[in-house]
């Protein structure tokens, strides 16, 4: 799984998904630590990446 | 006519009875009993609880094992990423491992064995692993459907894995078998059993005794992964031991066991997939399109965008709107959302696409709810119905292990 980019998605200034590119494709991956998208993503951040924030 | 009448018979080399008879009419036969004629029977029929799982259904605890589900498509082209082909089952890799091959639904399957398709593994380039390099076809199973294997005690019980694989002449050689189980700490425990392929079909049986980490470790239990029935087709040198028949927590693949990916002409098939509790390998347990389906729809959703399938969204502006679906049935997780084709909301008076590629969401496990924008012309506060631009496109939800 290679994660090129990625970034907060919020809803009334809290955070409810991360829209990250992933292995080439666009997703909204949920903050639930039981899916492995959101799993990889935080690997990709202890790595020393970061998720932008939200617009 | 002449009478017998006794309570034991006895042949003259056995130490005690053979049969014995009782006054309600009860016979016991005190060893194996075999019947050269047809069997008969009207009563009720108990069998011994070790026995039970093995002779109803729901015994296989994989899902998809023969190949019938394929949401995201019958053919797909893994590098150096692991991919979901068919439904449940993982083309995985570790180190990022070039597994260049492209994988295929086939109707190459065996006589009589109760598939109608089987998957297809071709080599594209020859890659040769090293160190930590991993190439692996795999299903995980969650640690609350496998609960019954009652590991962790001394009660544990013993498992059969079964499968069908053919390959061509230059993949010809051992592959490993490598089942493991994982704690609640995530500790992966394993056996490793290599085996053989040729080119012809041949049911491979592997008998998993209840030994070593199975009778003081449990699966965890939960929604993650408590179980992995993985084949190792690819294997670093780190990652190679001698093949064992004990839970352990070593290994990977056996020792010998060949590189799938030495030559570029290399093909394997696969089918047939069982893993049951017992000691005897029973015949595959054929279930329904439908039954699949929905066992799968637990871990993976593609939805086409036909009329109305997506759901209502409501505008909350000219240019953004707001849409909700329901899950069916719910998922393992909350799942990951993209689409492809075009969003369309319509009125039914008017249609309107937007030009977006993705939305944030709000995911829960039986319904969700995205917004985008880059929309024109919609009215604020209107509620539309939602489907795929010209009834193609697939809402993905994505909660597999």
Aim: aromatic share 12%; glycine share 10%.
């Amino acid at each position: 799984m290679i994660i090129t980019d990625a970034k907060y998605g919020a809803k009334l200034g809290t955070n409810t998904c991360i829209i990250a590119t992933i292995d080439g494709e666009e997703f909204s991956v949920p903050l639930d630590t039981d899916n492995r998208h959101y799993a990889e993503i935080l690997k990709w951040v202890s790595n020393g990446n970061t998720i932008k924030a939200a617009d | 006519m002449a009478k017998v009448i006794t309570t034991e018979l006895q042949h003259s080399g056995a130490s005690g009875a053979n049969v014995t008879l009782d006054s309600s009419k009860n016979v016991t036969c005190e060893n194996n009993l075999t019947v050269d004629g047809t069997t008969t029977l009207t009563g009720a029929v108990t069998l011994p609880a070790g026995t039970t799982p093995d002779t109803l259904s729901f015994r296989n605890k994989l899902h998809n094992p023969d190949f019938k589900v394929w949401q995201k498509g019958t053919t797909f082209s893994p590098t150096t990423s692991a991919i979901f082909s068919a439904d449940r089952w993982n083309n995985a890799n570790g180190s990022s491992f070039n597994q260049d091959t492209t994988v295929t639904r086939s109707t190459d399957v065996p006589t009589n064995a109760g598939s109608s398709y089987s998957i297809k593994i071709e080599a594209d380039a020859a890659v040769t692993p090293s160190g930590g390099d991993n190439m692996v076809f795999r299903q995980r199973l969650e640690g609350q459907d496998v609960q019954d294997f009652d590991f962790g005690g001394a009660n544990a019980k013993g498992l059969v894995a079964s499968f069908w694989c053919k390959c061509n002449s230059s993949a010809a050689g051992a592959y490993s078998f490598s089942p493991r189980f994982f704690d609640a700490s995530n500790n992966g425990y394993g056996q490793i059993h290599n085996f053989t392929p040729t080119t012809s079909w041949a049911r491979y049986t592997f008998v998993l005794p209840a030994n070593g980490k199975a009778l003081d470790t449990a699966i965890i239990n939960s929604n993650g992964e408590g179980f992995e029935f993985a084949i190792h087709l690819a294997t670093g040198s780190n990652d190679v031991v001698s093949a064992h028949s004990t839970w352990a927590s070593q290994g990977w693949a056996g020792t010998g066991s060949k590189n799938f990916m030495d030559d570029a002409a290399n093909e394997i098939y696969f089918t047939g997939f069982q893993l049951e509790t017992g000691s005897a390998v029973t015949d595959l347990e054929v279930r329904s399109y439908g039954d699949e389906l929905l066992r799968c729809q637990r871990y993976y959703q593609s939805i086409l965008g036909v009329m109305g399938s997506w759901g209502s969204a409501v505008a909350y502006s000219t240019t953004a709107a707001q849409g909700w679906s329901s899950i069916h049935p719910e998922m393992r997780a909350a799942p990951t959302f993209s689409w492809t084709g075009t969003i369309k909301v319509e009125d039914g008076g008017a249609g309107y696409t937007t030009s977006s590629t993705t939305a944030s969401t709000t995911m829960g496990t039986r319904g969700f709810s995205w917004w985008t924008g880059n929309f024109s012309g919609l009215t604020d506060n209107n509620v539309y119905y939602v489907y795929g631009n010209g009834n193609t496109g697939y809402f993905k939800l994505d909660a597999e292990l």
